[in-house]
């Protein structure tokens, strides 16, 4: 035919019992012009042959496995290994050698996995070892669980550590006209901000730099969530009533050590559930130290937060928060101090609706070289929300935005990017769904400065399939 660009011949030999799986395959591909005469050139580019080998013991205790696959332009892979146990139960072990070959690239790994399952825990540990074009990298992942039905202490722990060789990841922003994207560079911080009403870039994901040189770097992180049960450890867990039975502590926390980067994130929670699911209240208290570089320098930022969440029936919810942070900037002589204040209250209506009023003050107070600042943001205001069936949505919100500063100097942060004196900002949000893989979204917003108004209006189609 003359359409065929190619052709592909493949046979193939498979045995198979309860034992034991083996196949062979073996296959060419050879190309054609378009007038059904073959291509004059190398027989390599003409003609290509195909191999592979599969074997793998399904029954067993120790079940080894293996799989080969080559090509007659030299291109191959190979994954051999052996697995012992049931991963469901008791214990599982696996151990895996993978190599990989083409004209650009070359792979090899080395893999092992070890899981263990009792009754009420079970811990998950992998441990490989990975080289591509020579560079070799190393990483350990360790999990473990343990949720007995009746115990005082319940909880999660994971630990990973990777090692490698690599090309740092840099953010990639594209610039647009003023006042269309969504991303906004602070220079007084070297920070993009995202998120922003009337931002002078966009975000386009992250990428490899390659004017940036591979380096040696390491990552250590640790994350755990633990849940405490009062009414166990004072031995009154079998009551149904009781204040000590309504009552769930929560400790969590996160740790991240990298080359560049390191966190400390630590949240302690109580949770008080009324009697008869009539309202809950959960109280948080987290600490939360951060260290990340920036374009021109290094942030170092340190925030305590106090929360309270109150449930009250299936369709109200109070929140109060407060905030702390205290923020340093090396080799840019950048630092404050800052409070915040936020009160937000979520009636849900009927058909889907809700309204959510809110209030909130920040004030800030910092040092720049050799000035002082300070900056005081208020906003008070309201959102309205539909919740249509599946993605269906509608959403308004108006808030009034009050700002008072010493002088021009103060972050993007610190007022949101509000100008000084009373500004009003609105913004609504549209989206339909058109079936399961198709949504049409809109979002129009709207902000007054005395006699300047600033509208922008986005739109997006989305495609799921």
Known sequence: ??????????????????????????????????????????????????????????????????????????????????????????????????????????????????????????????FQIRGDDGLKSYLLDQSAAYNAPNSAVQGNVNYAFNYTNEIPWVAIYRRVPSGTGDVLYDSLTGKYISGVDNGDFMYEGMGRSDSLPAKRAYKNYLKWETQIFPSVIAGKENRTDGFINDITLFANGEWLRHSTE????????????????????MLTASNRLSTEPQTLATEKIFSQTADAHYTARKDEDWNFKIIKEVAEFSFSELEW????????????????????????????????????????????????????????????????????????????????????????????????????????????????????????????????F
């Open 262 to 281: 390191k966190l400390l994130d630590l949240e302690n929670s109580v949770l008080w559930e009324q009697p008869q699911k009539k309202g809950s209240l």
């Open 1 to 126: 035919h003359r359409d065929f660009k190619s052709v592909r011949g493949e046979g193939f030999l498979k045995h198979e019992n309860e034992k034991a799986s083996s196949e062979i395959n073996v296959g060419k591909v050879k190309r054609f012009t378009s007038d059904d005469t073959e291509i004059i050139s190398e027989e390599t580019q003409n003609e290509l042959w195909q191999g592979e080998i599969q074997s793998k013991y399904l029954q067993g205790k120790y079940r080894p496995y293996g799989n080969f696959y080559l090509e007659s332009d030299e291109d191959f892979r190979s994954i051999y290994g052996i697995e012992y146990g049931n991963k469901n139960q008791g214990a599982f072990a696996l151990t895996e050698i993978a190599k990989e070959k083409d004209d650009s690239t070359e792979f090899s790994q080395w893999k092992n996995f070890l899981i263990f399952n009792g009754k009420n825990w079970h811990s998950n540990t992998l």
């Open 337 to 464: 101090n800052s409070w915040a204040g936020e009160f937000s209250y979520l009636r849900t209506l009927a058909k889907g609706f809700s309204v959510q009023p809110f209030y909130s003050q920040k004030y800030t107070e910092g040092f720049y070289f050799e000035e002082n600042w300070n900056a005081t943001l208020r906003q008070s205001g309201v959102n309205g929300r539909w919740q249509g069936a599946g993605a269906n949505l509608a959403q308004i919100g108006v808030s009034g935005n009050f700002v008072e500063k010493s002088g021009e100097v103060a972050p993007y942060s610190s007022v949101d990017g509000f100008e000084k004196g009373f500004s009003w900002r609105a913004n609504a949000i549209a989206q339909i769904a058109f079936g399961k893989n198709f949504i049409l979204s809109a979002n129009y917003i709207v902000r007054k400065y005395h006699d300047s108004i600033f509208q922008k209006l986005t739109s997006e189609a989305k495609a799921v």
